[in-house]
């Protein structure tokens, strides 16, 4: 299985991004997607995460400014990301669950997007 993210780039604080995340596995719409991010010297952290039926969750931090979808047909997780700050600034992989519900667990990751986002 192969994920591509994409949609990165530097914007200012307030500005808008979407991120996608292309997946080579047909059976895509079986499982969970999620994202995730990494800024400079921390750990990763759980952004999103959309289930096979589109049930969603988010971590506190981007609730009610970022947005998780999916288009099925086209085997693509989206990450709407609005009223961006400069906390935001990291570097965003998407991952695929292991199962289609939102188990926590991921079996295959992305290379990573870099957001950037000034103040």
């Known amino acids: 299985v192969q994920l591509q993210a994409s949609g990165g780039g530097l914007v200012q604080a307030g500005d808008s991004l979407r991120l996608s995340c292309a997946a080579s596995?047909?059976?895509?719409?079986?499982?969970?997607m999620s994202w995730f991010r990494q800024a400079p010297g921390k750990e990763r952290e759980f952004v999103a995460a959309?289930?096979?039926?589109?049930?969603?969750s988010y971590d506190d931090s981007v609730k009610g400014r970022f947005t998780i979808s999916r288009d099925n047909a086209k085997n693509t997780v989206y990450l709407q990301m609005d009223s961006l700050k400069p906390e935001d600034t990291a570097v965003y992989y998407c991952?695929?669950?292991?199962?289609?519900?939102?188990?926590?667990?991921?079996?295959?990751w992305g290379q990573g997007t870099q957001v950037t986002v000034s103040s």
């Open positions: 596995e047909r059976t895509f719409s079986r499982y969970a």
């Open positions: 959309i289930s096979w039926s589109g049930g969603s």
């Open positions: 991952a695929k669950g292991t199962s289609g519900y939102l188990n926590g667990k991921y079996d295959y």
